[in-house]
């Protein structure tokens, strides 16, 4: 697990969190491409990362298979 204590993410945006270029900070130089690209390196891998319901902040999982 991956987890911050920030103010999470809204119901609105958690479904395209992972979508390439998708940010919700561009006025402050977010490119959105951090979660795309994480996701893309797990794939590659055969792994898969999740958002995990978090009263507090943002959580995310992540899965690798045994090598």
Known sequence: LVSDDGA????SNQARIFEPFFTT???TGG???G???V?????AHDGTIRLVDSER???FEIT???A
């Open 31 to 33: 490119t959105g491409m």
């Open 39 to 43: 996701l893309a390196l797990l794939k």
């Open 8 to 11: 999470g993410i809204s119901p």
């Open 64 to 66: 690798l298979p045994v």
């Open 25 to 27: 900070r561009r006025s």
């Open 57 to 59: 902040g943002t959580r």
């Open 35 to 37: 979660l795309g690209i």
